[in-house]
């Protein structure tokens, strides 16, 4: 099934998990520190400039926001680990997502994103563990991959062998919205997990 990207439009949003509806289609989510740059993943996977909100300020994204193609809803997790919020700000967050994650939903994927530049955070490798626990598919995109350079590429690549749990087992991706690195390879993984629905 070959999807039209540019027909993604936004569905809802949510700020706590009671709110959310039953899942009625096929899910994929989108997990990652704040400013990790999901927004702008998810406007360059549908070749939008501002379907996502792209904020500078970490932490924007606060609620669990929903944009469906066709019948695929891809649904943006709030950002985690963000310092400045607070305690009960950062308990809700975590309620959203491991709510949402843990309820009974048709999740095809995850896509976890990770700063290329920088060692996972502690929150990072307690979101990867927690996938890998639960068993739930995800592969893990390398954000901000044109801000490195070759050399620099392969001392993260390796590096991350050492920092990540099952580095060398999980499907990763680099990413760039500069260049379009990697954008090719998530639309074609959306379309291989979601074809046979």
């Known amino acids: 099934m ?9 569905f809802a949003s949510y700020g706590t ?11 994929i989510a989108f997990a990652g520190h704040s400013n990790v740059g999901k927004s702008t993943l998810i406007n360059k996977l549908f070749n939008r400039k501002n379907l996502a909100r792209v904020s500078s300020v970490p932490g924007k994204t606060a609620t669990i926001n929903f ?3 066709e019948d695929i809803y ?3 997790l709030p950002g985690y680990g963000y310092a ?7 308990e809700r967050w975590s309620g959203l997502i491991e709510g949402y994650l843990g309820a009974d939903r048709d999740i095809r994927l995850v896509f976890m994103l990770i700063d290329m530049r920088h060692a ?5 490798i307690q979101m990867v563990n927690y996938l890998i626990d639960t068993e739930m598919p995800f592969v893990i995109v390398l954000t901000k991959a044109d801000k490195l ?23 990763s991706i680099p990413f760039s919205s500069q260049t379009f690195e990697g954008v090719e390879e998530l639309r074609q ?7 046979n629905d």
């Open 67 to 69: 944009y469906k193609l």
């Open 74 to 76: 891809f649904v943006d």
């Open 17 to 27: 998990f009671s709110q959310i509806p039953p899942a009625q289609n096929v899910e």
């Open 2 to 10: 070959k999807l039209n990207y540019n027909k993604a439009e936004f």
């Open 149 to 171: 350079n070759k050399s620099e590429r392969e001392k993260r690549m390796k590096a991350f062998e050492g920092e990540i749990p099952c580095f060398s087992d999980i499907h």
């Open 84 to 90: 400045k919020v607070s305690k009960s700000e950062k």
């Open 120 to 124: 996972p955070t502690k929150d990072d």
């Open 189 to 195: 993984i959306v379309e291989d997990v979601t074809e």
